[in-house]
């Protein structure tokens, strides 16, 4: 597939250009496809690299070609809105060419959008934060999800923080697995309310890490692993197993150390699916 101005800088801080951006998609395709097949998903383009202007795309646009996988999904409140899902290398590298540096998924795919396969927490820290803490706040987040008989997964944002996931049967609706997920944070805060919140105002917040839980509300998303990032150093989300956590850093994985790591290290999320919980028996404990 074609691609136009490769040669165009995305990264300026780091030298890497759009024709960089897509080869890093087409390398990692085979295990980030996976997390996005069949889901709704949210596009953050950079035409013109992440120096120039972005924005999120939630449908797409009339220039898209048919071949392109377009699902109409229900909104809440009444109607339908028409979603880009990404099932192939073709579509990915397509995306990428189009100035697509992140890609975001909804938790929930097409044929079951209010039944959600996937429970999100999101580290969100203060700048300063130690990320040895952040390591030790996912943790602690791993035990409250086990003690609720789920089974946890973490990721390295790319960004600032960690997401720690926990695979759902899909049987329970949105708005149970949003009160899991506030609970599992409330849980979690409730233990060391001088360093974490659950404050959905920033200036109630201070210097505390938020756990973010809104991100299992309906049509809301996680940023997809292997996706980059758009800021400097170009990296990648990166699923990790829990033991490479005590070295990991939130953004520790730019596209060449992506490529090398993938071609040592199988996929840590490969086996999500195999380890799937009840979201209403995890509430239904915690209660």
């Not at 690299?49 to 109409?72: A, N």
């Not at 960004?159 to 944070?185: I, K, M, N, Q, Y």
Request: glycine letters at 8%; proline letters at 8%; hydrophobic letters at 35%.
């Amino acid at each position: 597939m074609e691609v136009s101005h490769p040669d165009k800088v995305f990264y300026p801080e780091d030298g890497l250009t759009k024709g960089d951006v897509v080869e890093h998609y087409r390398a990692v395709a085979d295990v980030m496809l996976p997390h996005l097949r069949g889901r709704p998903l949210t596009l953050r383009r950079y035409p013109d690299g992440i120096d120039g202007q972005g924005w999120f795309q939630k449908h797409p646009g009339e220039h898209f070609p048919e071949w392109l996988r377009v699902e109409r999904v229900p909104r809440r409140g009444g109607g339908t809105d028409e979603y880009v899902v990404c099932d192939d290398t073709d579509a990915l590298v397509y995306l990428a060419g189009q100035g697509t540096v992140e890609f975001h998924v909804w938790l929930s795919t097409v044929e079951k959008p209010e039944q959600p396969d996937r429970l999100v927490l999101d580290l969100d820290p203060p700048d300063g934060t130690p990320v040895a803490r952040l390591r030790e706040v996912a943790r602690k987040i791993r035990g409250q999800y086990e003690k609720a008989g789920l089974t946890a997964f973490v990721q390295a944002t790319g960004g600032r923080g960690f997401h720690v996931l926990a695979p759902l049967d899909a049987r329970s609706d949105t708005d149970v697995v949003l009160e899991l997920a506030r609970t599992l944070a409330d849980r979690v805060a409730e233990e060391d309310p001088d360093h974490l919140t659950t404050a959905q105002r920033k200036d109630s917040r201070g210097d505390r890490i938020f756990l973010d839980a809104n991100r299992n509300g309906y049509a809301q998303t996680f940023v997809a692993p292997y996706s980059l990032r758009a800021r400097p150093g170009a990296a990648a989300a990166t699923p990790l197993d829990w033991r490479e956590l005590g070295k990991a850093d939130p953004d520790g994985w730019p596209p060449a150390k992506q490529k090398q790591r993938l071609a040592r290290k199988a996929d840590p999320w490969r086996d999500l699916a195999k380890h799937a919980g009840s979201a209403e028996a995890a509430l239904a404990s915690l209660e």
